[in-house]
Every structure is written in structure tokens, then in C-alpha cells.
């Protein structure tokens, strides 16, 4: 198995400090240690004062398939006959497997303070969409291709990553609430010119063939962004962006962000002592399993 040294690189190519998704075999699926390992990487960036711009990149297929079921942890309860909520140490072991864990990620994303941009090489899943919806700046390399989807209900779990409020105010509230009571994939095309912001690559002046090459076609996808991007800030006073960050994100935002953060990890605890993300996880794995044979 991976670390998260050899699933997540990063690179200091300043004014951006870029961090790449690179395992593309689970399509970039993320245990809770790798997307620590991430906010670690966050505070590299806002660390360097030459760095402006955080980018996240990814690799293969998938942008991220979100969390590895491979690394959840299984549920053992009512060994000893004890209802699970009447069990102190297993409340307590969700609280450091889940709701600590998880509202710290959020948290890091929430609070980054350099420019954060997503480069997306395709669909993102649960808690990995959620952190596309928290991003700055969120550029898609095939709007056809992409989409963002949120299986909470199907896994049993509650909202997370503060998409309670990021996907209503980016999408409108009764189709959001569509997309995350079913679980419905939210199409590329269904956000773009509001998540999704426009490159000006024009793959069909590159030589890679786009449906054989894929591999090729996300390096390019990834180089290109870096290029344009660079293009894009050659004639800003960098400062200013991180002043500018302050006002649109200002404090009353990051605070609700905050607010329904430490909300939607509260309203995940139950499901999770209850044991029942454990039992979803653990069916959708059987079933890649079995479909492998
Ligand atoms: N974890 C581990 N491995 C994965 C994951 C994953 N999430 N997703 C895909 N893979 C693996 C597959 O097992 C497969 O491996 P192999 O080639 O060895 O069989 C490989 O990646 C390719 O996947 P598929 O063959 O399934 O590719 P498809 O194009 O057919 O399907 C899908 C792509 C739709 C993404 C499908 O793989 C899928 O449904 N994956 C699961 C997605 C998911 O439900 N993620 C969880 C979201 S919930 C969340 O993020 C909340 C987190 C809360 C807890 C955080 C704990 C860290």
C-alpha cells in the first residue's frame, strides 16, 4: 500500500505551491492520513511567503473517487451485548475517527488563506467534491466529462465538507436539494460558468489524441493550467490577491462555513456509532471486489 508521501506530491513553483493527486489506480480515493497529509501540505503554502496561489491537481480518470473504502475502519459493536450509544469508548472512537478528523480537514480548507485552485481531470466524489466547492478558482479540462457527486445518503452519512452551504449557494437550494437527498451526480454542464470557470486550452491544437491519451492529455491538461495561469497573473501585484481573498471570503463567510462544518460532523456521529457507514462501505467494496472477478 501507497503512503501518502507517494500518493501526493507537491511542488514550490512560485507564485503557486502545487499539490498532485497521484494515484490514479483507486481512481485518487483518499484515507483520512492523506487528507492530513494535504492540509499539511496547506500549510506549507500559506507558510511561504512567495507562494500565492495553492493549486491541486490530480491524475488519471478521476479528480478523486474521495474516501478510500478500503481504509474505513470496521464497526465492532455489541460485542458485549452494549447498545452502542449507551458506550462511551465507542462515541469515543467515532469522535477520533470521524468527527475530529473530518471537521479538521473541512476546517484547513475552510481557513486556507492563499488563492485555492482546483484543476479538475475529471469527477470528484464525497468529501473530495466538497473541498472542490470550498476552492477559489475551479478550472475543468472536459466539462462533459466532470461532474461532482456527493453519495452521503447511500453510504449513511450526513453532509460533510460544509456542503450544506457551499452547494446551495452555488447551485440554488431545491436542486441541491435534489443532488444530495439522492445523491445525484451534479453535471459539469449544470455548473460551469459558476463552479466551473473557463480555460482557454484548446486541446484540439494539441497533438495527443483525446480519447487515446489520456494519461498524456491530463500531464498537458496539468502544464497548460500552470501556463495559463502564470499568463493570467503576469501583470498583478501579487499581494493584492491575498488582500482581495480577505474581502470576498471575509470572516462573517468563513464563519458560517465554520458554523455548519462543526453542524454536519455533529449530525454524522450518530450514523457512525450506529455502525452504519461502516456496513455501506463495506457492501460498495464487496461489490467492486466481486465485479474484479
Ligand atoms: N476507495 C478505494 N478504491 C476505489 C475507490 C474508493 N473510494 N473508488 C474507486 N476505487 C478503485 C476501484 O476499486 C477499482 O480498483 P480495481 O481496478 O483494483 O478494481 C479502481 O479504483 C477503478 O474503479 P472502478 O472500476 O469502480 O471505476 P468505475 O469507472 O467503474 O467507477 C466510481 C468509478 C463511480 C467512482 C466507483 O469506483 C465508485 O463508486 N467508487 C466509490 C466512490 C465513493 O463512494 N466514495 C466515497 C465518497 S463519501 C466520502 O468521501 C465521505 C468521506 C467520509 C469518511 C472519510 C474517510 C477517509
Known amino acids: 500500500m501507497k503512503t501518502s508521501q507517494q500518493k501526493i506530491s507537491y511542488e514550490v513553483e512560485p507564485p503557486f505551491f502545487i499539490i498532485r493527486f497521484e494515484s490514479p489506480e483507486t481512481l485518487n480515493a483518499m484515507t483520512y492520513d492523506d487528507y492530513i497529509y494535504v492540509t499539511t501540505l496547506l500549510e506549507l503554502s500559506s507558510d511561504n511567503p512567495d507562494c500565492y496561489f495553492t493549486v491541486l491537481e490530480s491524475s488519471g480518470r478521476f479528480f478523486s473517487s474521495g474516501a478510500d473504502f478500503n481504509s474505513i475502519p470496521p464497526n465492532i459493536i455489541d460485542k458485549n451485548g452494549i447498545n452502542p ?68 445518503s447511500t453510504l449513511g452519512l450526513s453532509n460533510e465538507g460544509s456542503v450544506s452551504w457551499t452547494l446551495p449557494n452555488k447551485l440554488g437550494r431545491n436542486k441541491s436539494f435534489e443532488k444530495l437527498l439522492f445523491a445525484q451526480k451534479v453535471h459539469g454542464y449544470e455548473i460551469q460558468g459558476s463552479v466551473l470557470l473557463e480555460s482557454h486550452i484548446n486541446y484540439h491544437q494539441l497533438e495527443i489524441d ?52 462543526t453542524k454536519e460532523v455533529n449530525s454524522g456521529l450518530k450514523f457512525w456509532v450506529n455502525g452504519i457507514p461502516q456496513g455501506r462501505f463495506q457492501k460498495l467494496k464487496n461489490m467492486k471486489k466481486a465485479a474484479r472477478k
Open 85 to 152: 450509544n449507551l458506550d462511551p469508548k465507542v462515541i469515543q472512537k467515532w469522535l477520533e475517527n470521524f468527527l475530529c478528523k473530518n471537521q479538521y480537514i473541512t476546517q484547513s480548507f475552510i481557513r486556507h488563506d492563499k488563492i485555492l485552485v482546483a484543476c479538475l481531470n475529471g469527477p470528484a466524489i464525497g468529501l473530495s467534491a466538497a473541498i472542490v466547492l470550498l476552492c477559489d478558482l475551479v478550472y475543468a479540462m472536459n466539462i462533459e466529462e466532470t461532474y461532482l457527486q456527493f453519495p452521503f
Open 210 to 261: 483525446y480519447n487515446n491519451d489520456k494519461e498524456k492529455i491530463v500531464e498537458t491538461f496539468n502544464k497548460l493550467m500552470i501556463q495559463e495561469l502564470k499568463q493570467k497573473s503576469k501583470n498583478i501585484f501579487l499581494p493584492t490577491v491575498l488582500k482581495m481573498k480577505a474581502l470576498l471570503k471575509d470572516e462573517s463567510l468563513v464563519s458560517q462555513l465554520e458554523l455548519i462544518n
